[in-house]
Each structure stands twice: as structure tokens, then as C-alpha cells.
């Protein structure tokens, strides 16, 4: 206990000394400094918990998500920032409704099974559905059936993650079609209904939902997750007997699009106030899930930035915003209602971060701008080495800060360590005791320390 308080003490010594004089520093006393910040502080992780804990579940259309967004308001509000808001947005109105039921019918038997909705799916009506089952290995395995075959039956898509691919972002993006698009082509096939493996590497009894394609001018068929660890029980039943039936029941509902909020907070530049920098992650998370790594931790760290800069007294030269945007899960609403009004009041953005995989340990960035600006950008990734952040490489942004990009904005990603990220992700396995303080708070370092050398320097 009394080395802790001497290396707060030491740490608040360190800061003062440098409050006025950050702008002196070398770009590597200045991340250090950075980094040593984040450190040494636990407040943002902190008020990660107190989210979870208090507004779980906060899809954007539930009451939760714009008591979380107040929420969020207030504690930039009392940080003393320039300027704090909320920023109205369309979002889509999805109702999960009462939990689902499952269950797997041999015979007198009966097994229950943990399922879940997928977002913007159709209910089954209230008696539910029964039917026999057609196992296929993703949207492929159902293609090469007949309309004949598939008729009348619930569609079993098994298709797992790759456990062998190191790259679990790219494993999922392998199996992910056969949730967004699994229900309407198992509709063109006259399938009554289907069940979609969760997607994740994990082999455990939580369903990890997720959003499907909406229906517009398409048929489609009620659709549920079911646990990694009762969709192989269902299909080793199969293998038992090929004529079981599979029961379930939803209940949710399509509702005409209702408003939630953004939850902005800024520090003003110094020289150059109407150029701005964001960096940001979305505050809603799914209905069965308390979201501390999806995204919770996200926006804790972008608001730590802010603190970041606060504490160690650096005054940016542009105008610095930390945005928690609502309504990622579904239809992106948040992120389209910030670069609307971006666009209608003409600001300029020089460059937007997102931190939307995970707050495991950092591991480097992606960028989606022209390749002269990452060419700048690789200028300073010798000043990451030191903290284990190596990876500079073309790619995403994020889906809340992607409409910035018709802006002409330069967009980043925060990338991390994804080995365990789809052992969380859209789950209620997503819970705050699944952070790890250090990791977090390097993470809000890292974003910190990037926006801090393109504020110095710019993307010129």
C-alpha cells in the first residue's frame, strides 16, 4: 500500500512539473508522459464497471441507452471540458420482447437449449414453431440443396468459426453471412424458420446474437442464435435421429424508428478550434449483453483521452472531441446523425478514431486514408515500439465514424490482441470482471498518443 502511494505521489509530482511544459517536450518524453498518465489512473476504468453495472443491455432503443447517454454527459460535464452535449439521432426500434424459448424434440423428450433473437428479426407468433431440421455448413451448404429438400423445415446453419485462424476477426467474418443473410435465403428456399450457430470460438452455453438483414421487399423466416455448446448437442441428435424436431418461440417486434442521443464531449483547440479530431466508440450494446469490451470500454477510453491531455496540461491546437455514439448494434444511427450535422455546419474533420475491437491489449492501428497520410503516419510508429505497438497497416476505420469518411475524413481503428474478443462479443459473457485494467488503459494511452502527434503535426 505505502509503494502505491508513493508512486501516485511521484506520478502527481511528474505531472505538475510538466503541466506547463509539455509542449517542450520531445515526442518521446511527451508519450511517455502519455502513457505514464494512463497508468497511474483508474478512473475511466472505473467508470466502466459503474456502466455495466447500471445500464446493462442498452440497445439503442431501450430507455437504458439514453439514461446511459445522460450518464456519460455528466461525468464529462464534471471533468470540466469545453464543451459537453447531446446529439439527437434516429435509431432503429427493435423490441426483443419476453426470452425465447428452445427446445429440441425426440420423441416424449425434450431438451431445452439456450437461444436468442437476432436484431431486426420477426417474431414466431405466440404458439411458436415446430419443425423438422435441415443441418448445412453455412450459406454454401444451403445453396447446394434442393427448394425440395429445404421445404417446411428450419434451417440449421452450423457453420463454426475457424479455431485454427489466429485472425478470429477474419474467422468471423468467414461464418458472419450465414447470420446476416441466413433467414431470407432459407425464406427463398421455403424453409418455416432458422437456427444460426453463434458466432464465436468459444464452446459454452451464452448465444451471442447479433443483427440480421431486414426484410424489405424479401421474405424472410424467424431466426434465432443458439449456444456454440447446444448447437453441436443439436447436431450430434441429428446424427441420432435425422426426423427430430426443433420447437422455438420469439417475440420481438419492428416499431417505427424512435430518437436516442450521442453523448459528446470536447476540448477546444488552441489555434485551430474549428478543426476537429475525434475518437470515439458506440455506447449501445445488445439486450442480452452488459457490453464492457462492445463496446462500454471503447467509449471509457475515448473519454480517457480527453482526461489524458487534461492531466498532463497538454492544450491541443485543434479541437479534440470524444464521442459515444448510439445505435452501432443495428443501423448505425449515432454515426450517421454526427456526420450529418458535420456536414450541414461545414466543419472540418482531419482525422477520427475508433476503438471498437475489444479493450485487450494494443496492438497497433489501421488507417483508411490515402497512402501518403499513412506513409506520415509510419513516420512515428518508431515511437509505439517501446510500448509493444507495432502493426500500422491499411484498413478499416469503424462503422460509427465510416460516414465521416464522405467528408474526406482520414479514419483509424484501434486494433488489439483479438484472441479472445468472440468469447465476449454479443454475449452476457460480456461483463466487466473480462477487462483487464492495464490493457485498457494502454489502449487509451495508444489512441492518446496518436491524436497528440497529428494535432502537433498534422496530415499534410
Known sequence: MKKALLLLLLSGILFSCNRDSVNKLSDDEAIKLIFESAASSDESYMNLEY????????????????????????????????????????????????????????????IKVNICSLGRGIPTGESGLEANI????????????????????????NQAMNPKEKNTFKAYGEAAGQRFYGPILAAEYGAVGAIIRSLTTSIDTFPHTGVTKKAMDVQTVPSVCIATEHANLLSDKLKEKSDL?????????NLPDTISYNAIGQITGSEFPDEFI????????????????????GCMQSIDVLRIFQEIGYKPKRSIRAVMFMDEEISQGGGKAYAEEAKAKGEKHLFAIESDRGVTRPTGFSFDMPQDKIDKINQWSYLFQPYDIELFIRGGGGVDIAPLKDLGTPLSGLLTDPEHYFDWHHSGNDTFDQVVKEEFQDGAAAMAALIYLIDKYGLE
Not at 435509431?91 to 420423441?107: C, P, S, T
Not at 424436431?245 to 417486434?253: G, H, L, M, V
Not at 475525434?278 to 470500454?297: K, Q, R
Open 51 to 110: 456502466l455495466t453495472d447500471n445500464f446493462s443491455e442498452r440497445l439503442a432503443c431501450y430507455p437504458q441507452s439514453i439514461e446511459a447517454a445522460k450518464w456519460t454527459q455528466k461525468i464529462m460535464s464534471e471533468m470540466g471540458l469545453d464543451l459537453v452535449f447531446l446529439q439527437e439521432a434516429k435509431v432503429m426500434n427493435w423490441k426483443r420482447g419476453d426470452v425465447e424459448i428452445g427446445a429440441i424434440k425426440l420423441g416424449g423428450d425434450l
Open 134 to 157: 435441415i443441418e448445412v455448413y453455412g450459406l454454401e451448404g444451403l445453396k447446394a440443396l434442393t427448394k425440395a429438400e429445404v421445404q417446411g423445415k428450419i434451417v440449421f446453419f
Open 278 to 297: 475525434v475518437v470515439g466508440g458506440h455506447l449501445d450494446s445488445w439486450d442480452n449483453s452488459p457490453g464492457a469490451h462492445d463496446d462500454g470500454g
Open 245 to 253: 424436431t426443433f420447437y422455438f418461440k420469439t417475440n420481438c417486434k
